[in-house]
């Protein structure tokens, strides 16, 4: 099973801010398929980001992926006030499928 | 516009059986692999495993013992069955679409809670 720790456990960043999250997988993710998504209070996951780069139908460009192998990183270039929430990184190239324990992205 | 909607039991007592179905609406059932992800109240995300519309499965080991899923192509829906739940099978049951068995999770039901309690 690929183990996904993700860093940190809490962002605490000012509006307009860039955020920078990591995943860092305990063996290299087959295909890069590695995805990231959005979960806001109440809500079920959003998928933002697949193939660890490829941002998803109706994203926008302010979130971006990058990272190969076992180490990934979703960027927000600037933080909106919608975009305070969990993220979740997930990987599909192997089974199980699984999630990191996510990162909190808070109002400082 | 394809959507999921799951329903079943909000309560279910330890040692019995856990049952959802999720029925699918605005697409057909035919062309992805319907998968199930719990939450647990620490909000860990855990992926339960998932039947494509043909009926081949791929369960997590962790669960392979006491799961199984179902497809019922005629009503667009998709079924689970945990059985021999306890506490820790409390979480938030989601359903979710995949067009691979190797693919991510573009569509996602709202969720139903499950508490496992007498």
Same mark, same amino acid.
């Given at each position: 099973e690929i183990v996904l720790t993700q860093s940190p456990g809490t962002l605490s960043l000012s509006p307009g801010e860039r955020a920078t999250l990591s995943c860092r997988a305990s063996q290299s993710v087959s295909?890069?398929?590695?995805?990231?998504?959005?979960?806001? #209070?109440?809500? &079920?996951? =959003?998928?933002?980001?697949?193939? &660890?780069?490829? =941002? &998803?139908?109706?994203? #926008?460009?302010?979130?971006?992926?990058?990272g190969s192998g076992t180490d990934f990183t979703l960027?927000?270039?600037r933080l909106e006030p919608e975009d305070y929430a969990v993220y979740y990184c997930q990987q599909y190239g192997?089974?199980?499928r699984t999630f990191g324990q996510g990162t909190k992205v808070e109002v400082k | 516009q394809m959507q999921l909607q799951e329903s079943g039991p909000?309560?279910?007592?330890?040692? *019995?059986?856990?049952?959802l179905t999720c029925a699918v609406s605005?697409? $057909?059932i035919k062309f992805y +692999? @319907?998968? @199930?992800?719990?939450?647990?109240?620490?909000? *860990?995300? *855990?992926?339960?495993?998932?039947?494509?519309?043909?009926?081949?499965? !791929?369960y997590n080991p962790s669960l392979k013992s006491r799961l199984t899923m179902s497809v019922d192509s005629s009503k667009s829906q998709f079924s689970l069955n945990?059985? $021999?739940v306890t506490a820790a099978d409390t979480a938030i049951y989601y359903c979710a679409s995949a067009?691979? /068995?190797?693919?991510? +999770? !573009?569509? @996602? /039901?709202?969720?139903?809670l499950v508490t496992v309690s007498s």
């Open positions: 295909g890069n398929y590695l995805a990231w998504y959005q979960q806001s #209070p109440g809500q &079920a996951p =959003r998928l933002l980001i697949y193939g &660890a780069s490829t =941002r &998803a139908s109706g994203i #926008p460009d302010r979130f971006s992926g990058s960027t927000i270039s192997g089974s199980p | 909000g309560l279910v007592k330890p040692s *019995e059986t856990l049952s605005g697409g $057909s +692999f @319907w998968t @199930w992800i719990r939450q647990t109240p620490g909000k *860990e995300l *855990e992926w339960i495993g998932h039947i494509s519309s043909t009926g081949y499965t !791929d945990l059985n $021999s067009t691979t /068995s190797y693919s991510y +999770f !573009d569509l @996602w /039901s709202r969720g139903s």
